[in-house]
């Protein structure tokens, strides 16, 4: 028997009809990729080792996302494991948390989770089990269906990542880094609710301090910070060059300016360019 976590916010973060989840995430990828076409940066002509996606409903923050998951396109094939990481948002933890299921379900279909992964990791001190955790979280199911329309045949492993250092992210991402077949998704928002000239300086400054490659964000300045700085660490490590694909917040796409949240997509890419 397979347990199975089903769809939490199909109908309320993205639609839960599979066809106009499906027509909506390819328009988002498409006007991504037409972008891209007309800046060709680094950050989207090399394939990535990892992104950090932001993870709002999708009329505030697809847009954002889809400039990361359209850089997959050349490597649509190769990628066969995909470890994602987010920060809790309802259930607390204590470290990082598996989901304790062997498939995650969204309109678009089911993914197994990885049990090779699974089992490379979970007797980590700090790698928990919770159900409860990954239950009615939004973080990382906002991301898979991003992920199916990209990628043309993956397993996955899940992290609720919650009270936990940045050295205990980043071990458990060396213990699963592996080599081109494995990519990494940091699921990160930057603030939350400050007036839209605010938020823009203080996005900007988060921004720096992930291109230079900082493991010092804190949870004002990204809810993902726990995560992103542990991709941070692990990045310096293995030598990946960030490069910043978007930057914007809930005032430029659907909300409106006196209170808004900040959105950025990031690629980290294995080489030698330049951080852009």
Request: hydrophobic letters at 40%.
């Amino acid at each position: 028997m397979q347990y199975i976590r089903q769809p939490a916010v199909a109908g309320t973060f993205y639609p839960g009809h599979k066809e106009i989840l499906e027509s909506d995430v390819s328009a988002m990828l498409k006007a991504a990729r037409m972008e891209a076409a007309d800046n060709a940066q680094p950050g989207n002509q090399l394939p990535p080792k990892a992104l950090i996606v932001p993870h709002a409903g999708y009329i505030y923050s697809g847009p954002i996302a889809a400039t990361a998951y359209a850089t997959l396109a050349r490597v649509s094939d190769r990628i066969k494991r995909v470890i994602l990481l987010g920060p809790v948002h309802r259930v607390p933890v204590r470290g990082l948390a598996l989901p304790g299921t062997d498939v995650f379900a969204t309109p678009l279909g089911q993914i197994q989770i990885d049990k090779d992964a699974v089992a490379a990791i979970e007797n980590m001190p700090q790698v928990i089990e919770s159900s409860a955790a990954h239950g009615q979280e939004h973080s990382l199911e906002v991301q898979l269906p991003f992920l199916q329309m990209m990628l043309d045949d993956f397993t996955l492993l899940p992290l609720a990542v919650g009270d936990a250092t940045p050295e205990e992210v980043a071990e458990v991402l060396d213990t699963l880094w592996d080599g081109p077949e494995t990519l990494i998704v940091i699921s990160s928002d930057l603030s939350h609710f400050l007036p839209y000239q605010a938020a823009q300086l203080i996005d900007g400054e988060t921004v720096q301090n992930i291109l230079q490659l900082r493991s010092t964000l804190n949870h004002q300045q990204a809810c993902g910070g726990t995560p992103v700085n542990g991709l941070l660490q692990t990045a310096k490590r293995h030598h990946l060059q960030p490069h910043l694909l978007d930057l914007r917040n809930s005032g430029d796409t659907a909300g409106d300016k006196d209170r808004v949240v900040g959105y950025a997509s990031f690629a980290f890419t294995e080489g030698h360019a330049h951080a852009g």
